[in-house]
Structure formats: C-alpha cells, structure tokens
C-alpha cells in the first residue's frame, strides 16, 4: 500500500513540471519576437519643413494656416488647383495686395491660354471684383490690353450687367473709357444674339442714361447699325419724354446730324428718319426764334424739304403765315403798261402767277411772262394806269 501511494504522489509532480516547462517555452518564445518587433520598427514620418531662399518641391497635399480668429491662407493645394488660396474674416478681403511706390500694382493676374487673368465671383448682391480710386483721382478699376485684346471685358449673367458702373458723388463717371491712340473707341460695348443693346444707359433724377462728349470734330456719341438694317443710335421715350436728345455746339453745331449711307458715294438711305405712333409726329423740331426744322438741299436736283402723303392725305399744311422767296410784288407806274422783274431764276417749267394789289375798272393783269434766259419775268396790264400799281406775284417751280 506504502509503494502504491508512493507512486501516485510521483506522478502529478512530474504533469506539473512539463506544464511549466511549456510555459517557460511559450513565454521565451513571444520574448524573442517583441524584441525582433522593438529592433524592425520604423519611426513616424516627421513634417518637411518649408525652407526659405530656395525651392521647395515633391510636396503632395497643401501647406496652410489658420489663425484663431478665423483668417487662412492656403499654398499649392492640389485638390482644387490653386495656387493661393485666402480666406478674410468680417470686411476684410481674402487676398490683399500693395503695390510699389512707383506705380506698382497691388494685385497682378496674367491667364493662361484663353483664361483669365483676374476673376471674382460675387456672393449675394456683392460685386465679383471692386476698386476704390484714391482721393488723388485715380481708377478704380483698370484694363490695359494688348494686341486686339479687350483691357476690361465683363460677362453678365441672366439679365445682369456684364459691367456696371456707379459715378461719384461729386459728377464722377459710373463707367469712363479713354480710345486708343488710333481710331480706338473708349467704350465698346457687344449685343447678345437675341437683340441685346451693346450699350444700354439708366439715368437717375434728370440725369441722361447716355451722355457723349465729342473733342475736335468728333462727335459725341457715335452708332453704327447692323448689316441687317440695324439702327445706328436708338432712343426710347417714356411717358412724355424724348426718345433721343442732342444739344448744339455755341459755335452753330447741330444738336443731332444724320447722313445717310456713305458721304460722297451713291446710296439712297435717309440721314434722319422719325417713326411716329399713332397721331404723334414723325419728325418734331422747335425753336424760340431759330428754325424748327431746316432742309437744305446741295445739288441741283436735290429738295430741301420734301412731303409726301403716299395714301392721298394732305401732304404739307401750314398753320400760321407761309412765307416765300420766290414771292413779292412788282410796282408799275403810272403812264406804264408793263413792268420787269430780274434776278430770279426760272427754268422751263417756272409758272409765274400775279394780281392786281388795287380794284380799277377797266384794269387787269394781261400776262406774266417768264424770261428764263434772262431770270426775269414781265407782267403787262391791260392799260396804262393813272398812278402807279402794285402787281403781287408768285412762282411756282
């Protein structure tokens, strides 16, 4: 029984020491690969820094800064393809630049391409790019192209204005353009496809939406028409008001001149066409003591004022005294039967008509007498009279 006992006590002893021997085993084991762990890992990437006075390249994400209060600035982002990116806060503009004391530009833009060198996007009714001129007169704004290309070119969207301009308190300019050296114009402006106006102008008060101010002979406001028979200069009246307005030079100059095609050369277009609604007057000139309306005609076989009614209505009425130059009277004296007028110029189809200014029985106008030749006429009576008479006469062609 002794022996037996013996050998169980044994037993157990010699599970436990292999237990332990595999344990020992297992915790070497895994002492082995944290240490070959701790000797193969590598350390995390450490930032690059930005160094100054030389190229910094191979950077793959943006390189920012942020402030507490909100402002940023962002380098070289590849996700959007900028190259600067600013961020203001408040009033403040996002990207600011000073230029140089010797005329330097604050904020220069070349594009690339057909892209852009400057361009903003406003938010809400804010504008997409804005200038303050300084106090000393200076732009605002300002495009200087090169070539052909446009210095200021703007593109509205909807029915918004592709640039729009607001004058000074003090009579500035909302939009001011100086032409080229050349024939250069100071402002162009380009209608949409679907009758847009190049140009358009709104004034304020009893200020003109458009107002041109021509130097030397230049004129004022120039308007060419489309190939399509497109109006040159079109004015829209409201209410009672004038649909176009030109005031003289002091010198005489005309407060509006037209001239029909091409001046010199053959054409039949009209220098000045008015077009009424409904009773109104086609064409409307007024004057205090000048002419309301002056036709002059510089050709022989040209009319000074011509009217027409093409449906067989009145063509020309006069409302007050009509006067004529080639209209007068002619004094016969007495013992004379007849009597000559020169100095008029007749032609072959000149009608000269004259009365008698005085009732005498017995005594008439016989004849009226053209002298085409002589640009004279001779008016004979029918007898001498007593005292001398008055004969009024009139031509006709």
């Not at 630049?97 to 604050?106: D, K, L, M, V």
């Amino acid at each position: 029984m002794t022996a037996r006992t013996d050998h169980q006590d044994r037993a157990p002893d010699a599970a436990s020491h292999s237990r332990r021997g595999l344990l020992t085993g297992a915790a070497g084991a895994l002492g082995v690969l944290a240490a070959e762990s701790i000797a193969t890992a590598q350390p995390a990437a450490a930032p690059v820094p930005v160094l100054l006075g030389q190229p910094n390249n191979g950077a793959t994400a943006l390189t920012s800064i942020t402030t507490t209060t909100g402002e940023s600035a962002v380098l070289a982002n590849p996700s959007s393809g900028r190259g600067v990116e600013g961020l203001g806060t408040g009033r403040s503009p996002g990207v600011f630049g000073a230029g140089g004391i010797s005329n330097g530009i604050g904020v220069d833009g070349s594009g690339g391409g057909n892209g852009a060198g400057v361009r903003g996007t406003g938010g809400g009714n804010g504008p997409g790019v804005k200038g303050s001129g300084s106090i000393f007169g200076s732009n605002g704004v300002e495009g200087d192209g090169t070539g052909n290309g446009d210095g200021v070119t703007g593109g509205g969207a909807g029915s918004g204005a592709g640039v729009t301009g607001f004058g000074g308190a003090l009579d500035g300019a909302g939009v001011s353009g100086t032409g080229g050296t050349g024939h250069g114009p100071g402002v162009k402006g380009t209608g949409g496809n679907t009758g847009g106006n190049g140009v358009e102008g709104f004034g304020t008060g009893n200020g003109g939406g458009v107002t041109g101010l021509g130097a030397g002979n230049g004129t004022g406001v120039t308007g060419q028409g489309g190939p399509d028979n497109g109006g040159g200069v079109t004015g829209i009246g409201t209410g009672s008001q004038i649909g176009v307005f030109g005031r003289g030079g002091t010198g005489g100059g005309p407060g509006v001149a037209g001239a029909g095609g091409t001046i010199g050369l053959s054409g039949d277009s009209n220098g000045v066409e008015g077009f009424a609604g409904n009773s109104g007057d086609g064409v409307a000139g007024s004057s205090p003591a000048g002419n309301g309306v002056h036709g002059t005609a510089t050709a022989a076989g040209g009319v000074g004022v011509l009217a027409e009614n093409t449906a067989g209505g009145v063509a020309f009425r006069a409302s007050g005294p009509a006067v004529f130059s080639r209209s007068g009277t002619l004094t016969i004296p007495a013992g004379k039967t007849s009597a000559t007028k020169t100095g008029i110029p007749l032609t072959a189809a000149s009608l000269v008509l004259a009365t008698l200014q005085r009732d005498k029985a017995g005594l008439w106008v016989r004849s009226a007498v053209p002298n085409v030749a002589g640009s004279s006429f001779a008016v004979h009576l029918s007898k001498a009279p007593s005292a001398s008479t008055k004969v009024a006469w009139f031509i006709v062609n």
